[in-house]
T-cell receptor, first 112, second 111 residues
Framework: GNSVTQMEGPVTLSEEAFLTINCTYT??????LFWYVQYPGEGLQLLLKATKADDKGSNKGFEATYRKETTSFHLEKGSVQVSDSAVYFC???????????FGKGTLLTVNP | DVKVTQSSRYLVKRTGEKVFLECVQDMDHENMFWYRQDPGLGLRLIYF???????EKGDIPEGYSVSREKKERFSLILESASTNQTSMYLC??????????FGPGTRLTVL
């Protein structure tokens, strides 16, 4: 099955700072890749996804590019806001068994 | 918008009790999932269902069972709750398995 390694948190940034959260995965084949976000007190929600190599997913100013050569899907944002404070999960999808494998999550705190 | 609801946000039960966690989705999705979320461990899949009355074990099914009698409803059952089942439980639904829509979670405490 798939596995995923995510940058350990917590990550603390000031507003308008640049954000990178690293994610690497191991998988047979070429899985679709996802980033989910969990705001305080809520369930997870889809942030962005990419389905094939070199695809870039983007949403709410966040971006991630599917890098087949390095099996990575790093999350970036050019200028974070306080409202981006949340836990971020990287997840490859295994189409052979319909399973998402979630990383352990990275807690991001953005201070004003 | 897809809506996934869970029966309780917070639940406190005693060791040995039978516990039912209910999840309902309103988008006619085929696939439904139960996860537990624990600090430092992320999300772990307990069970999933790809159709009515169909179920598959996830990564940590021990101590749990599930029921899916109707397409929109997926129940997680703790036959005899134990303290190590204290956790946040998240339900999700999906049309094709990849993009999953999550409920708000149930924080279960077993005393």
């Amino acid at each position: 099955g798939n596995s995923v390694t995510q940058m350990e948190g917590p990550v603390t940034l000031s507003e308008e700072a640049f954000l990178t959260i690293n994610c690497t995965y191991t998988a047979t084949g070429y899985p679709s890749l996802f980033w989910y976000v969990q705001y305080p007190g809520e369930g997870l929600q889809l942030l962005l996804k990419a389905t094939k190599a070199d695809d870039k997913g983007s949403n709410k100013g966040f971006e991630a590019t599917y890098r087949k050569e390095t099996t990575s899907f790093h999350l970036e944002k050019g200028s974070v806001q306080v409202s981006d404070s949340a836990v971020y999960f990287c997840a490859p999808f295994d189409g052979s068994n319909y399973k998402l494998t979630f990383g352990k999550g990275t807690l991001l705190t953005v201070n004003p | 918008d897809v809506k996934v609801t869970q029966s309780s946000r917070y639940l406190v039960k005693r060791t040995g009790e039978k516990v039912f966690l209910e999840c309902v989705q309103d988008m006619d999705h085929e696939n439904m999932f139960w996860y537990r979320q624990d600090p430092g461990l992320g999300l772990r899949l307990i069970y999933f269902s790809y159709d009515v009355k169909m179920k598959e074990k996830g990564d940590i099914p021990e101590g749990y069972s599930v029921s899916r009698e109707k397409k929109e409803r997926f129940s997680l059952i703790l036959e005899s709750a134990s303290t190590n089942q204290t956790s946040m439980y998240l339900c999700a639904s999906s049309l094709a398995g990849d993009t999953q829509y999550f409920g708000p979670g149930t924080r279960l405490t077993v005393l």
